[in-house]
C-alpha cells in the first residue's frame, strides 16, 4: 500500500503559478502511476493529469495541457503537478492518486488517495 500527502495548494490570482507536490510513503513509489484529479464545489471529481512508473509517459486533460506539467522524482517518493497561467476555472481541491496500474481518466478507477489540497485563483 502507499500513503499520499498532497501540499502546495493556496490562493493565487489569475495568471499565477502554483506547484503542488505529492509525498508518498509505504510501498516503493516507482511501483505506482500517479495522476491528479480536481473537484470543484458542486461538480463530479475531474481528471487533470498522470505519469507512468519512470516518468516517461504523461497525460493531460484537454482543459489543462500546455498549462500545466506532471512530474516525479522517484528518488524522493514525491509527485508533482506545476500549474501556470492559472484560471479562475481551475479553482478546486486537488487530489493526487495511484495505483499500480494506469487506469486512465476514471478517478472511480484509482485505489490510493490523497486528502486533497485547495487551490483558489482569483479573478
Known amino acids: 500500500q502507499v500513503q499520499l500527502v498532497e501540499s502546495g495548494g493556496g490562493l493565487v490570482q489569475a495568471g499565477g503559478s502554483l506547484r503542488l507536490s505529492c509525498a508518498a510513503s509505504?510501498?516503493?513509489?516507482?511501483?505506482?502511476?500517479m495522476a491528479w484529479f480536481r473537484q470543484a464545489p458542486g461538480k463530479e471529481r475531474e481528471f487533470v493529469a498522470a505519469?507512468?512508473?519512470?516518468?516517461?509517459?504523461?497525460y493531460y486533460a484537454d482543459s489543462v495541457k500546455g498549462r500545466c506539467t506532471i512530474s516525479r522524482d522517484n528518488a524522493k517518493n514525491t509527485g508533482y503537478l506545476q500549474m501556470n497561467s492559472l484560471k479562475p476555472e481551475d479553482t478546486a481541491v486537488y487530489y493526487c492518486?495511484?495505483?499500480?496500474?494506469?487506469?486512465?481518466?476514471?478517478?472511480?478507477?484509482?485505489?490510493?488517495w490523497g486528502q486533497g489540497t485547495q487551490v483558489t485563483v482569483s479573478s
Open positions: 505519469i507512468s512508473y519512470s516518468g516517461g509517459r504523461t
Open positions: 492518486a495511484a495505483d499500480g496500474i494506469y487506469r486512465g481518466r476514471n478517478y472511480y478507477e484509482y485505489g490510493y
Open positions: 509505504g510501498r516503493s513509489f516507482s511501483s505506482y502511476v
